[in-house]
Each structure stands twice: as C-alpha cells, then as structure tokens.
C-alpha cells in the first residue's frame, strides 16, 4: 500500500524566505533542509531539495538515488541548464512528491524500483527527475521525486492539475499491485474521516478495510450465493439490497457501509460474478484465536490490578491492543471488534507515554500536572512578547547579532509552547477516555470464547464440485 503527493517548491516570495530562515521550519518529514542560502535563486531551490532527497543517511548512502533524463550526481546543474536554455528560471523551481509504503510491507530496492517505473511512466517523456528512496529509523520506507517544471524536450512548464494528482495515485497504485502490494481504494463518492485517513496512511486496517478482507475470504470458499451469504452471516455481517444501494453491517460497527464504497471489486455484480467464477468449494480454516484474557489481563481475568489507576488501565488495554493489530490472522473477531480503538492506536499510545513519563496516576496527578503546564505557558508567553519587543528594537538599531540571538531564543520558546498545547490536549484526552477504556476492559473480560469465534457452520465441508 503506498500513499502519493506532488507539491510546489517556489523561491522568491518574501514570506517564504523569512519562514525558510527558521530552522525549526524548514522540515520535510522531520529532517532538515539546509537553508543556509538566497532562496530567490531557482538554482539554490533546486540544491536544497535535491540535498534533501539525496541525502545519504536516508538513502543508505546514496545507493538508492536514480535519475530520469538526468545524472543525479549533477541533477541541479542539468536542471538549470534546460531552464536557462528556454529562457525559464522564474516561478516554480521544481515538484517534490512522495510515494510512501506501509511500514514492513516492501524492501528499500523494491520500493525504488517501484518509485523509478512510476516517474518513468508519469514523467519520463518530456521532464527530468531524481528518484530516492528514504529508509527512516523505524524502517518506513517512501520515495521522493523531485521534478523539473521545464521539459527538455521543448521547455514547456509542468503544472500540476488535479488530473495528474489522481494519476499519480493511480499509477502508483497498479505498480503495488503489480508486486503484490496492497493497495488503499478511493471510490469516488467514499467521505474518509481524518482518522480513517490517517490510519490508510500509517498502514493501519480501517473499517473498510476489515470488511473488505472479510469479503475476499469468503468469496475464495463459496461457489453459491447463498453459501457467500451464509459465510458472511457466521462472521457477523448482514446485507440489505432493499434501498438504491445495497450495504453490509456488522453487530461492531455503528453504521452500515455502501458496498460501493468499498471499491469497484465489492458492488453486488462484481461479488455475483466472482462466485461464478468458483467451480471448486474449499474449506475455509480459521486460524487460532489469541485469548482476550492473556493480551489484555495477564492471562487472568480477575485480575484487579488492571484498573488500580490511569497507568494500569492504559498499560493493559494498549499492550492488548498493539497484539490484535500486529496479530490481525489471529484476532480477527477482536480486530473487527476493536476497530475503533484500533483507528485511534497511535493516540492511545500517546496518552499512555504521558502517563508513563510524568508518573500520572490519578485524576489529582493529573489536574496538578495540567496547572504546572498552564503556569508555564503562561512565564513563556509573557517571556516570547519581551523578547519580540526587543527584537524590533534590534532590527530598527540593525544589531544582526542580537537579532539571531533572540530569534533563536524566541523560536526555542515557541516549540516548548506548542508542545505545552499538545500535552494539554493529551490530558483533556485521558480524562475522557479512561471511564471509555475501564468499560472497554470490563467488556472483554466478559467476552467468551464463543463471542470470538465464528460459527462452525462458515468451516463446514461440502461437496466438491469439480472444475470444468
């Protein structure tokens, strides 16, 4: 599964250049960018996001880099060259894009390969470009593309529409598919909430994804519909055909999904002709389940430590939760039922290190910590509008020295103030969400057996009916 983007890189806007001199600002994906230079020049452009891409910490030193009409040894220079032969070095310097796969899902020179054939494809023909693939610290693996806007071939401008937004995706999404990569689905009319948006991207199994997996399982096993429906009903899942558009529900979900929704591969027609299509009834095998008691109360479900304070309760239901999502083949009833929480796992997780590391336990720990925040928020402001105060008297007085000096002390004040607002949302979150996470627990625990599997009836034997 990869995620795609292409934006503009534009010097000579003021603006820009006083944001680009903040080095706390000048971040793609958390790295910096040298900014050490006169970003006017469309050719200082070019160097600092080719550095950027190029870079050999992420690029296992530079093994990973590849140019498209271009030697990436000398990209900038070639670049500059076709922009300077058709007289073309003002507005857009260059597109930076990013093609990035879930974490654990492909290997660096797949990755690149993959990142090569769609620039090759999409802007081979007339643009040149430099291709890199990115390994971060926790093996997240993405490409970076960096695109000339003036085609060598005859020095005409690249502008990104909404057309080519869609195409990249589109392109890149055949490309995984081709190496058996996943892939996410856009239908057209689908509304994604952030959080479903933000878990696609991270790798994480929506809801629809959950369904959709469940589909394709059973539609592997079943040669009839009815046998298809009846597969489905033992997983939990009902379909209504009464309305414009039929949908599917499940007793874990609030709401029903358009089958629509879920991508061309999923509408009643297309599930009708792949179950044509199977002459032959396998045995659908589940895997063993993991025991909700071992993953979330230390193999004990009496265990009362679980809901002692704010840590406990956290500590269990996230480490529970980080197997079901790591385990998917073997918790997928759970997974189906923890979809929710598993959408919001990285927060979770951030609430929880804030417990840990501040060494919260109750609501009182809680509240004092929050005071504290509120406290220094409040110095550090007072103490950012003096130092601003003094920096226009160092401008007006063109003391380029003091100048820096309070910049960087004003800028140091400001990322401690946003991570303040951060922490305090985090508190406002666990205050919320712990009544929410103790009944969460207390569910489980009264979950049985039973509640986790699926019915024998979806695993019965039938007779084989031989291909034609």
Not at 140 to 158: A, E
Not at 192 to 201: G, I, L
Not at 431 to 457: F, G, H, K
Request: hydrophobic content about 30%; charged content about 30%.
């Amino acid at each position: 599964m990869a995620v795609t983007s292409l934006w503009r890189i534009k010097g000579a806007v003021n603006k820009v250049i006083i944001y680009a001199e903040n080095p706390d600002k000048t971040t793609f994906f958390g790295e910096n960018i040298d900014t050490n230079l006169n970003t006017k020049l469309p050719e200082n452009v070019l160097n600092a996001v080719l550095d950027y891409a190029e870079r050999g910490t992420a690029t296992e030193q530079k093994k990973l880099v590849s140019g498209i009409n271009c030697n990436p040894n000398n990209a900038d220079k070639e670049m500059m060259k076709v922009k300077n032969d058709f007289g073309k070095t003002g507005g857009t310097a260059a597109y930076h894009g990013y093609q990035s796969f879930s974490q654990g899902e492909v290997d660096a020179e797949t990755a690149h390969l993959i990142g090569c054939r769609l620039a090759e494809e999409l802007w081979g023909e007339r643009y040149q470009v430099v291709v890199a693939t990115h390994i971060d610290k926790e093996s997240h693996i993405h490409n970076h593309f960096v695109l000339n806007t003036v085609s060598f071939i005859d020095g005409k401008k690249f502008h990104r529409t909404n057309e080519d937004y869609r195409n990249m995706q589109k392109v890149s999404d055949r490309l995984c598919k081709e190496y058996g990569l996943n892939v996410i689905y856009y239908p057209k009319n689908e509304k994604k909430s952030y959080m479903e948006y933000k878990a696609e991207k991270n790798g994480e199994l929506t809801k629809n994804d959950i369904i959709r997996r469940d589909i394709d399982a059973c539609l592997k096993t079943a040669t009839t519909r009815s046998q298809f429906f009846s597969d489905m009903k033992a997983l939990g899942y009902t379909f209504d055909f009464s309305h414009k558009y039929a949908t599917v529900s499940h007793l874990s979900f609030a709401k029903p999904r358009r089958l629509k929704t879920l991508g061309e591969d999923y509408v009643p027609e297309a599930i009708k002709a792949k179950i044509a299509s199977n002459w032959t009834r396998r045995i659908l095998v589940y895997s063993e389940q993991d025991k909700p008691e071992n993953l979330f109360f230390d193999g004990n479900k009496n265990n009362r430590l679980v809901f002692q304070n704010y840590q406990t309760v956290y500590v269990h239901f996230v480490a529970g939760l980080t197997v079901v999502k790591e385990r998917g083949s073997y918790n997928r009833e759970l997974q189906r039922w923890l979809a929710d929480d598993l959408i919001k796992f990285d927060k979770r997780v951030e609430e929880q290190n804030l417990l840990l590391d501040n060494n919260l336990y109750t609501d009182e720990d809680i509240e004092n910590f929050r005071e504290n925040l509120l406290q220094e928020f409040s110095a550090l402001t007072d103490t950012r509008r003096t130092y601003r105060n003094e920096l226009k008297k160092a401008v007006r007085a063109e003391d380029e020295f003091r100048q820096r000096e309070l910049k960087s002390d004003i800028s140091s004040i400001s990322n401690r103030l946003n991570v303040i607002r951060k922490q305090l949302k985090i508190c406002d979150r666990i205050t919320d969400n712990e009544p929410r996470i103790e009944n969460r627990l207390n569910d489980i625990r009264n979950l049985s057996e039973r509640d986790l599997q699926p019915n024998p009836q979806a695993a019965r034997k039938t007779n084989m009916r031989g291909a034609r």
